[in-house]
């Protein structure tokens, strides 16, 4: 069957132990693109993003319904899915986050908290607590024997795709001229809004974009995971741990700690199971106590 | 100076006033079980010592903990555990409710004091996801069923809390001694200090405070006093279960607090009585319970941020500031 049927790793068949790696790169992958968002929404609207997980859940079930009911497939839905998600969010920071920008920063999270609840409320009662089998489109089906481990190509796709995404992101916010308003608005909103940049409208571009992350997330998610209305309120906890240890001041922060953070919970997966759903969160204790601004913060 | 003894004056007089609506609001407490089915009213009791003690620390420290669920929850499962399985009587089950949740809370405290404003709104929410996913593992919670048929037992061998009105009585005065705990707190020169956190921590720190150990000391006895709550509802509804700790529990004791009032002293009760009150209607109604829940946090973030009392105490103000010039 492989090429090295016999080789372990610290007593472990090295299959097992690439296979759950592959899983920690995947979930890895996921908090990746959400933590991008959440940094990209924080670093300009200074809202801390509770909604973000309701929005991934959003865009796995825009591709759900859209296959059920319009009988649109994959890969048309990985545009519209996104778009969906980020004109929703569009009208919420026009409707009610931009009535928020000159309060408490708290405020921003109890509205987005809210909505995520309604959000989820929702789905929940029109599709019950239960998972809806997403398919995983026909090119993409199967897998390719590496000659170390079998790699289903889905994941792969994953894993390259998320890569992608994030560092197009990157790119953009750092290479484009509207990154460049982008990220001068961060720094001083008013002055930019001096020069003659439409701040509002760049506030609420960034808001739509931001969740049009967390539904191309939602998406890319729906044939690993099972479309349910919890998918996103189990995963955003995690999330915010993640960048609580990455800190929100580096785009590129995010996107790395995101990794590593997955790849770190598919060891622990391998060596101590019982401990793989915390082990986030206990990095977040270590790394408060020894970096308290998180590894790649600049805030005092 | 004229202006000041006038303002003096007027202060006294809603001292009075205040002082009257107590005395009022105790009395209704007391003859309430006569009217009201009894254990309605101490869900809302325990949910409203729950919310005070939440609001100690958002409404006094200025630290929004999304983790309160953890001293909740945690209370509940120690005071269940010791009351059913070491048959421990009730007054020293909830003790060490409040004892765990105090501990607990300077375990997460900790931690979380060491970022400020919405990190550390995550990162308790993260500790207590911690604590849920323990509560979910660990051996003496029972996992998905809970601890049930917790005893209520005889309080100082004297009473039997089996029966509804002796129970009721008992959890009124825990919930009566919590909050006159959390009234001397806030007005005594400790409060003064949370209170200078709130509004400027840095003056706080340039004026030689170490910040740091107050806001811990305001979080355990935040802590504490959620497991006062946390231990005694164990007791009245006799099982502690996987819902007291649940993200989804942090989530309902901001949502009462900010609807009654944050930073008021009363307006968590009122908050908690709504919210336990519209839960109710809900169960049978068949809307669901989170839809409400998002929608009234939405409208209460949109439209009154200071919440109901927080709303009639601004209105009485100006409304006295007007008609004293």
Redesign the interface.
């Known amino acids: 069957m492989s090429v090295w049927p016999m080789v372990t790793i610290l007593g472990i068949p090295i299959q097992a132990f690439l296979g759950q790696l592959l899983v920690g790169l995947i979930n890895g992958s996921f908090y990746a693109m959400l933590s991008l968002g959440l940094a990209v929404i924080f670093g300009l609207l200074r809202i801390i993003n509770f909604a973000h997980g309701a929005q991934y859940m959003l865009g796995a079930f825009a591709g759900y319904l859209l296959l059920v009911h319009f009988g649109i497939g994959y890969w048309p839905a990985l545009i519209l899915a996104p778009l969906i998600v980020g004109i929703v969010g569009i009208v919420i920071e026009r409707l009610a986050l931009s009535r928020l920008y000159g309060v408490d920063p708290l405020y921003g999270l109890l509205f987005t908290f809210g909505l995520a609840l309604v959000l989820e409320g929702v789905f929940r009662y029109y599709f019950g607590v239960s998972g809806n089998p997403y398919a995983v489109p026909p090119l993409l089906a199967g897998g390719t024997n590496l000659g170390f481990m079998f790699l289903p190509n889905y994941r792969g796709w994953v894993v390259a795709a998320s890569l992608v995404i994030c560092l197009g992101t990157w790119l953009a916010i750092e290479k484009t001229r509207l990154g460049s308003y982008l990220r001068a608005a961060t720094e001083n909103r008013s002055l930019v809004q001096a020069f003659g940049v439409n701040v509002p409208l760049l506030l609420t571009l960034t808001y739509g974009l931001g969740s049009a992350l967390a539904g191309l997330a939602g998406i890319l998610a729906a044939p690993v995971y099972q479309v349910s209305p919890l998918m996103g309120s189990d995963l955003i906890i995690v999330v915010f741990a993640v960048v609580v240890v990455g800190g929100m001041g580096s785009i590129l922060g995010a996107i790395v700690t995101g990794y590593v953070l997955g790849l770190a919970e598919g060891l622990t997966k391998v060596f101590y199971p019982e401990a793989s759903s915390i082990v986030v969160f206990v990095i977040m204790a270590v790394v408060l106590l020894v970096r308290p601004a998180g590894l790649f913060g600049k805030e005092a | 100076m004229a202006e000041l003894t006038l303002q003096e004056a007027r202060r006294q007089t809603a001292g009075r006033w205040e002082r009257a609506l107590l005395a009022l609001g105790i009395l209704a407490l007391l003859a309430a079980p006569f009217f009201v089915y009894p254990i309605f009213l101490m869900s809302i009791l325990c949910f409203g010592l729950f919310a005070c003690a939440f609001n100690l620390l958002l409404g006094y420290t200025g630290l ?1 903990s999304f983790g309160h669920a953890a001293f909740f929850g945690g209370a509940a499962y120690f005071s269940a555990y010791a009351a059913k399985v070491w048959s421990w009587p009730p007054a020293a089950a909830i003790l060490l409710g409040v004892v765990g949740a105090a501990a607990l809370g300077a375990v997460i405290g900790f ?1 979380a004091i ?2 400020q ?3 550390f ?3 308790t ?3 207590s ?2 604590f849920f ?2 509560c979910l ?1 660990s051996p003496f919670t029972g996992g998905e069923d809970g601890i049930q048929g917790v005893p209520r037992g005889m309080l100082f061998g004297l009473l039997d809390l089996g029966r509804p009105l002796n129970i009721y009585y008992v959890v009124l005065a825990v919930f009566l001694i919590g909050l006159f705990a959390i009234w001397r707190i806030v007005n005594s020169p400790f409060g003064m200090i949370l209170r200078s956190i709130r509004e400027n921590e840095a003056r706080a720190i340039s004026l030689g405070y170490s910040v740091a150990n107050y806001k811990l000391a305001a979080f355990v006895m935040s802590a504490a006093l959620a497991g006062l709550a946390g231990g005694t509802k164990a007791l009245v509804f006799q099982f502690a279960t996987l819902t007291d700790v649940a ?1 989804q529990m942090s ?1 309902e004791v ?1 949502l009462m607090t ?1 609807l009654g009032g944050i930073g008021t002293m009363i307006g968590p009760v009122v908050g908690a009585g709504l919210v336990v009150g519209l839960q109710n209607m809900l169960a049978t109604s068949g809307f ?4 409400a ?6 409208a ?3 439209l009154f ?1 200071r919440g109901i009392v927080g709303e009639i105490y601004a209105l009485l103000q100006s409304r006295r500031s007007r008609s004293g010039r």
């Open positions: 929004l931690f060491r970022r404003g919405i990190y709104a995550m990162i929410l993260a500790l996801q911690m996913f323990f593992q993200w989530g901001i900010l669901p319970v989170t839809i829940t998002g929608l009234i946090f939405m209460c973030v949109l941020r």
